[in-house]
């Protein structure tokens, strides 16, 4: 497609529970990105994938999250038994690999409500 | 590290007025920098990026190396212009980008 798909738009999930977010990249992007914006404010890097390989996990917290691209299926980030602070909205962004400076295309994020 | 700073939380300007959204970047080799766009209930967008050297929707950005600043102007700014605006720094293909904390644009008429 011509635009960054994400699903579901919204999230919720009582403490403890299992959270999977869904990401289909542009057709013939290379990289997936994966960023957390708390209460509008920054958005932090999480992980980037290069095709179905991890390419930086430098963002991602080393417990309960975990993220995958794997051929032919969406892009995927899963948080295991979530906390009140993973509440945020989680965008999911792809990029070609066509040289230095490829943008970034965004989708429109999933908004994840942890009570 | 990578570091983006844009200053200016709230930034409220009338209609027809100038606009600068401020920008500084902290960042080791040479820099990629970015505008990205967010307006309201869609989904971010990229406005310009300093490579292009091209103006967008009338704004344009100059990478100013010396002051580790790449700001945003309009000359006249136009109330389909409030949004949310983010600088971003980036580095090669493929590499994360560092997003500011954004400034709310509100155009007033």
């Known amino acids: 497609g011509e635009e960054v798909a994400q699903t579901p738009k919204h999230l919720v999930r009582g403490e403890g529970q299992k959270a999977k977010l869904y990401c289909a990249p542009i057709?013939?992007?290379?990289?997936v990105f994966w960023y957390q914006q708390v209460l509008k404010n920054e958005f932090k890097f999480l992980i980037s994938?290069?095709?179905?390989?991890?390419?930086?996990e430098t963002g991602m917290p080393k417990e309960r999250f975990s993220a995958k691209c794997l051929p032919n299926s969406p892009c995927s980030l899963e948080i295991q038994a979530t906390k009140l602070e993973d509440s945020a909205v989680y965008f999911c962004?792809?990029?070609?690999?066509?040289?230095?400076?490829?943008?970034?295309?965004f989708g429109n994020g999933t908004r994840l409500t942890v009570t | 590290a990578q570091r983006v700073t844009q200053p200016e939380k709230l930034l409220s300007v009338f209609k027809g007025a100038p606009v600068e959204l401020k920008c500084n970047y902290s960042y080791s080799g040479s820099p990629e920098l970015f505008w990205y766009v967010q307006y309201s209930r869609q989904r971010l967008q990229l406005l310009l990026r300093h490579i292009s050297r091209e103006s967008i929707k009338g704004f344009t950005a100059d990478l100013n190396k010396g002051e580790t600043s790449f700001h945003l102007k309009k000359p006249f700014a136009q109330e389909e212009d409030s949004a949310m605006y983010y600088c971003?720094?980036?580095?090669?293909?493929?590499?994360?980008?560092?997003f500011g904390e954004g400034t709310q644009l509100t155009v007033n008429p």
């Open positions: 962004a792809s990029s070609r690999r066509d040289g230095y400076n490829s943008p970034l295309h």
């Open positions: 057709k013939g992007h290379s990289y």
């Open positions: 971003a720094l980036g580095g090669t293909s493929g590499s994360r980008l560092t």
């Open positions: 994938f290069q095709n179905e390989n991890v390419f930086d």
